[in-house]
């Protein structure tokens, strides 16, 4: 299964919230979170709070572990129930 385009772009802004943003460059579906982006677990909890606030969406303690990829995010947060277009906070 292949994730939308535009979910995997948000993801890939949500790990630049997280991580340097030269850790990016390059970054695709196909890129390891640990190896090619050197995302660490801590990483990947604060990953899991932009994800949480930028798709409305509740994470559990096991979805990100799991993830691989930027790919397998993607379809994490889609399997969540995000879908695309999704509402962009208004901040309020």
Known sequence: MTPQPETVDAVIQAIGAVVYPRVLRGA????????DLALDSMD?????????????I???DQDL???DTVADV???VERLGASWPHP????G
């Open 65 to 67: 572990p799991d993830c």
């Open 28 to 35: 695709a579906a196909g890129s390891a979170l640990a190896g």
């Open 58 to 60: 509740q994470l559990s």
């Open 74 to 76: 993607a379809l994490a």
């Open 88 to 91: 962009v906070p208004t901040g």
């Open 44 to 56: 990947l909890v604060c990953l899991g709070g932009e994800l949480e606030d930028a798709f409305g």
